[in-house]
């Protein structure tokens, strides 16, 4: 379908931005990569009066690492994650999520802030974020403020910013010695949206797992953390009977409602199956 | 009332100027305002890959992408990236294994497997599939565009030793 009309505008500073979206509320939209909001409007599921495009705001762009920390520009796209040196280094995990999410051509336009902004509970980069405990820094006319991973996403394509915010970029703590991450997820075709998915990160001393944090997207309104699973595997070293308990943990963390792709009941079995593909990858990868 | 934008752009090398409403799309904008119909419209929200084109030397979707977006940019469809022999060798493939039944995604999948050439002269055919898996044939079964493929890159490598 074609989109309901709609105005646009296309500012270069984050000031014109917030006036905008000062006049405009709760009728306006911002607009990144489009890969998501595109899609809606196509489908007619919202129709805002004005997208604002935020593309010609060059601050929100490029990737830094400094003093441990790795600033993603809000406007940084899948693609650009991928070729990143720098991301490889320090954020492993979101070099190897990419090629999970979508299609080459929809990668070269869809962008991290986006993604996270758009909140879809399926999305992996989310769940990646919660993985790694990253901050992620707003900004409004007032000023800035930064909120952990963890409380930005609220539920069903609901997150913390308020009306008047603007995501500008994404910081993630610089992966440190013997830490070691994995994705995997298990999707109806290829590029589709998981029907669940599993971001993982964890230090490995020698065999014994510390720290360990389980990220799942596509089994609740939004990516959640499996805390009773990290709490099983913490300070222990990856078996057949820690797996059995892994995934009985999992059964009391996840509750993954029915939905078009699959039962609950089937959306869990899966997360268990992940937890021992993803954790079983991690145990055996080299060094760390 | 939403006034039209104008807007400067580079279409198979033939610089644009137009005037379009903000919400109309590149794919539509290509196809009716510049009657480029070799880029197809399919689902319009981004998965079957008929409407993909080139921006800026980068693979987009055209159903994704508002023609606003495009002020400014350098764009080439499969009628210019067909006219200027880059493909020849995968239109040769495509004809050879019967990659086409109806040819509705076949400009789309040309402009995908040309994306993928481009950096891997010699890919697997896992790594075929993976590069054109956002591209829907409803046709084929697929088989034999990755034949045509892999044959063309085979060619093309023969070709440029």
């Known amino acids: 379908m074609k989109p309901a009309p709609f105005d646009y505008a296309k500012p270069h500073s984050a000031e014109e931005v917030f006036a905008l979206l000062e006049r405009y509320g709760d009728d306006a939209h911002l607009l990144a990569g489009g890969q998501s909001l595109l899609a809606g409007l196509n489908m007619r599921l919202s129709a805002p009066a004005i997208l604002i495009d935020i593309t010609g705001l060059e601050p929100l762009r490029g990737i830094v690492n400094s003093n441990g920390v790795l600033r993603i520009g809000a406007l940084t796209t899948y693609a650009q994650v991928k070729a990143s040196a720098e991301v490889a280094r320090a954020a492993p995990l979101l070099s190897e999520v990419i090629p999970w999410i979508a299609h080459p051509a929809i990668r070269n336009r869809g962008t991290v802030g986006g993604s996270l902004s758009h909140a879809d509970p399926a999305a992996e980069m989310p769940a990646c974020m919660l993985a790694l405990e990253a901050q992620v820094e707003i900004a409004a006319k007032g000023g800035r403020r930064k909120v952990a991973a963890a409380n930005f996403f609220r539920g069903l394509f609901e997150t913390d910013l308020k009306p008047g915010e603007m995501l500008t970029a994404i910081e993630v703590p610089a992966i440190r010695a013997h830490y070691r991450s994995n994705f995997s997820e298990f999707a109806r075709r290829r590029g589709d949206f998981a029907m669940s998915g599993l971001a993982a990160h964890a230090r490995f001393d020698g065999e014994v797992l510390h720290d360990v944090r389980l990220a799942y997207c596509g089994v609740d309104t939004r990516p959640v953390r499996a805390r009773t699973a990290e709490q099983v595997l913490e300070g222990r070293t990856l078996g057949r009977e820690v797996l059995a308990e892994v995934k009985a943990a999992l059964a009391q963390d996840l509750h993954p409602p029915d939905d078009l792709q699959a039962t609950g009941e089937m959306k869990l079995h899966l997360s268990q199956v992940l937890a021992e593909r993803v954790l079983t990858a991690m145990a055996r990868a080299e060094g760390g | ?161």
Do not use: W
């Open chain 2, 1 to 161: 009332m939403i006034a039209d934008r104008e807007i400067t752009l580079t279409v198979n090398g033939e610089r644009v100027v137009q005037r379009v409403a903000p919400r109309q799309s590149l794919i539509d904008f290509v196809r009716e305002n510049l009657g480029l119909t070799g880029s197809h419209v399919g689902c319009e929200h981004g998965v079957c890959g008929a409407c993909t084109m080139r921006v800026n030397g980068l693979l987009v979707r055209g159903c994704l992408t508002l023609a606003v977006q495009a002020d400014g940019a350098d764009i080439h469809t499969i009628e210019g990236i067909s006219d200027s022999g880059e493909i020849a060798a995968l239109q040769a493939g495509f004809l050879e294994r019967n990659a086409l039944q109806c040819g509705y995604c076949t400009p789309g999948m040309l402009l995908t497997a040309a994306d993928l050439l481009k950096d891997k002269s010699s890919p697997s055919r896992e790594e075929i599939r993976e590069h054109l898996s956002g591209n829907y044939c409803r046709c084929t079964g697929y088989q034999s565009i990755v034949d045509a493929v892999e044959d063309a890159a085979q060619a093309m490598a023969g070709g440029s030793s």
